[in-house]
């Protein structure tokens, strides 16, 4: 059961990946950005530095034991409460995955560290890897991904450049965009140039159609983005779920149907108690930060819970 678990969290449906088992291998919230629309919350240590933040050898316990239950899924994903790459033995744990199991391994990263060789050879074991970028231009990459002060745009966009040259696997490129932010003509003209230069497998666009972290960050309608998506070209996909709009029948990982009912009333009954944080709903029920803002996101479009801001943090109470 996912609750009794702590690097493992689903298998949860995912557009892109099928039934994804995701693993955690980085501590809240450690990360390299800042993004203003990530969920998980914001980033308490924004770091360059690569160390072992977590050991992997309790995280190939939990996946062996979870493999011996009978697992069913189509990726095994790395991915977590920060940025994963910043775990030196990432690659490590990628091997040790590929020992015990013939499930696919995919890599959610966003991409900053590629510079780096020895990012470039961990992330080469696997066998899809989804790097992000958002902006292609300094002032939006500063705009959107709030980076280490070190971080340059052109760098990263050389770095995705190198891996591609290196890596036989799929890349699939997430480029994420918020109303207003980088939805100008130009700033999609200079992702476009940055997509030619870096010949991903997949392009997919996204944006906010869930809760951020963030207030003020406005999604792009379903038309706008699929006019973006022409403006790229290389047959750019839209990916945002936009499930509202659809029936059960037209959208097979709708949310509705998938959600354990158990955990579903141990967070509503946690916010019953007293509002909480991103943070406290995970510790709370025992499950990860990334599993805990899609039951929050569920509950949040349920009506049967509520935001607010206190300190630049979002807090959840049952209505």
Not at 66 to 86: C, F, N
Request: aromatic letters at 6%; glycine letters at 6%.
């Amino acid at each position: 059961m996912a609750q009794n678990y702590k690097y493992l969290y689903g298998p949860v449906p995912s557009r892109r990946l099928g039934l994804s088992l995701g693993v955690d291998i980085m501590p809240s919230k450690v990360c390299t950005l800042d993004c203003v629309y990530c969920q998980i919350g914001k980033t308490t240590n924004k770091t360059l530095r690569r160390k072992e933040y977590l050991p992997v050898e309790p995280v190939l316990e939990e996946l062996k034991e979870r493999l011996d239950e009978g697992l069913t899924a189509d990726y095994i994903t790395l991915s977590g409460s920060g940025e994963p790459t910043l775990n030196e033995r990432f690659g490590e744990l990628i091997d040790e995955i590929k020992a015990v199991t013939s499930i696919p391994v995919a890599v959610l990263t966003n991409g900053t560290l590629l510079m780096e060789p020895q990012v470039r050879q961990a992330c080469a074991k696997a066998d899809v890897v989804i790097p992000s970028l958002d902006a292609a231009d300094q002032q939006t990459f500063l705009a959107i991904n709030r980076p280490h002060d070190e971080l340059n745009i052109e760098d990263i966009i050389d770095g995705l450049v190198l891996f591609r040259q290196e890596y036989a696997g799929q890349i699939w490129l997430e480029v994420f965009f918020i109303e207003g932010v980088n939805t100008g003509t130009d700033q999609i003209e200079n992702i476009r140039k940055a997509v030619q230069k870096i010949r991903p497998d997949k392009i997919q666009l996204n944006t906010a159609v869930r809760p951020t972290v963030e207030t003020g960050v406005e999604k792009v309608s379903s038309r706008k983005l699929e006019k973006i998506a022409q403006m790229i070209g290389f047959d750019a996909e839209v990916i945002a779920d936009f499930s509202d709009d659809l029936t059960c029948a037209e959208n097979p990982f709708d949310r509705r149907n998938v959600f354990d009912p158990h955990i579903m009333q141990t967070v509503l009954s946690i916010l019953k108690r007293r509002p909480c944080s991103l943070e406290d709903v995970s510790t709370a029920a025992s499950i990860s930060p990334n599993l805990a803002i899609k039951y929050i996101a569920e509950l949040l479009d349920q009506g049967q819970i509520q935001t607010e801001q206190k300190a630049n943090k979002t807090f959840y109470s049952a209505q």
